[in-house]
């Protein structure tokens, strides 16, 4: 079957973060929204019908996760990822932020060190912060349009850190680091047993030439010092049903985790989550792998676009995730300004690279998993204002 991602679907006045909530984010309710990181493809067919199956018994009662939960993950991981893993493992977790600000929580105490990299999606500041833990950054190096980990800073910081907070593939600089970044992290952890709480919501969304490699993955050693979340929802566009795994390999690990989701009584999850959960990870391949041509061809048009119309406007390449990482430091102006100016004249809204701390100044983060026609207007409104600039 082929799959319509050309499709425009009104998503307005379905209290949808994206659309519905520009006035109050951009203080314009018409701004084309690509920035809060879901799609506005259909959530696919097979997914769709498995939970309106279900929703079409009269009760929502409480549920549980039997094999038929966890034995689509176990086996998604193992023909996509080539990660072995068993049931027990595998953590249920209200989503990935969720999952971050309880791990911080169940293997870190007030005032520990936690290394994270910016610039990196925001969220990731809030779980060390809200919990009054201390933030530690190894800020990504720049070189040649790709961003590179500093690894001897890295070297420096592991030394009296608890926890580092790895995204995996990176958002917003679109990075799938590979399996020798991956290697001196791990090396550079171990040896100064340093947790790895790797995000890797983003595991599924990688592009044409890129693989993704678990962090847990990598070795025995590393598993025994990594907690890895993973959820359905970006790849399958089911945000709103807040579903995601935790899963950790080393079982002391993993015993101090679940006691903490239990005590919370956030165990059970949402029946519809659970739903799509199994369908997407049963049924998904075809569409995913869809879904990747589609994206990668968004990527190309936006690439070719901007080389040939916005010369100085430089973008970042994605290995992984469907946002683009647009530097505008050439054009000398200050993020205030530039935010309004794409708001106000150009009515795009675009995420500011300062939400994403250190090394966001002067950068926007575009998110271009929308269909092309969507695509190809923003990309001409944003041409027509940095002519103007
Ligand atoms: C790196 C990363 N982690 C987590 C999330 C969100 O996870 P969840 O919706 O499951 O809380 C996002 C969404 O953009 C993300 O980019």
């Not at 309710?29 to 493809?41: G, N």
């Not at 550079?188 to 599924?204: F, G, M, R, T, Y």
Request: net charge negative; glycine share 4%.
């Amino acid at each position: 079957m082929k799959y319509d991602f050309d499709k425009i679907i009104d998503r307005t006045n379905t209290a949808c973060v994206k659309y519905d909530l520009r006035q109050t984010i951009f203080g314009k309710s018409d701004v084309i929204p690509m920035w809060v990181a879901d799609m506005d493809f259909e959530t696919p067919d097979f997914i769709r019908d498995a939970v309106i199956r279900r929703a079409g018994h009269p009760i929502y009662g409480y549920t549980f996760r039997d094999e038929d939960y966890y034995q689509p993950i176990i086996e998604w991981m193992q023909s996509h990822h080539g990660w072995t893993i068993q049931k027990e493992d595998v953590v249920f977790c209200p989503g990935v932020v969720p999952a971050l600000n309880m791990a911080v929580l169940a293997f870190t105490k007030p005032s520990d060190k936690i290394i994270i990299q910016p610039p990196v999606y925001r969220p990731f500041y809030g779980a060390v912060r809200d919990h009054e833990r201390e933030l530690v950054y190894n800020q990504l190096i720049q070189k040649e349009n790709k961003y590179l980990i500093d690894f001897e800073l890295l070297e420096e910081l592991a030394k009296d850190a608890v926890m580092m907070i790895l995204c995996n593939p990176h958002n917003p600089v679109g990075r799938c680091w590979d399996q020798s970044e991956l290697d001196s992290i791990a090396k550079i952890c171990i040896k100064n047993h340093v947790l790895v709480l790797s995000d890797e919501i983003h595991a599924d969304l990688v592009m044409p030439g890129n693989k993704h490699e678990v962090f847990a993955n990598l070795s025995p050693e590393a598993a025994e010092i990594a907690i890895t979340a993973h959820a359905p929802s970006k790849t399958f566009n089911l945000a709103g049903l807040a579903t995601s795994s935790v899963i950790i390999l080393n079982p002391d690990l993993r015993k101090v985790f679940s006691e903490f989701i239990d005590k919370m009584h956030l165990s059970m999850g949402n029946l519809f989550g659970n739903i799509a959960s199994t369908s997407a990870y049963l049924h998904g391949e075809p569409w995913r792998s869809q879904l990747i041509d589609y994206l990668q061809t968004n990527i190309d048009f936006t690439t070719t676009f901007i080389n040939e119309n916005i010369p100085h406007l430089k973008m970042i390449r994605p290995e992984a995730t469907y946002m683009i990482w647009l530097d505008f430091r050439d054009y000398r102006i200050d993020d205030e300004t530039l935010k309004h100016k794409l708001i106000h004249e150009a009515g795009l809204g675009f995420n500011p690279g300062t939400e994403f701390g250190p090394g966001g100044k002067g950068f926007m983060r575009m998110n271009i998993a929308c269909p092309r026609s969507t695509l190809k207007e923003a990309l001409e409104r944003l041409h027509a204002m940095c002519e103007s600039l």
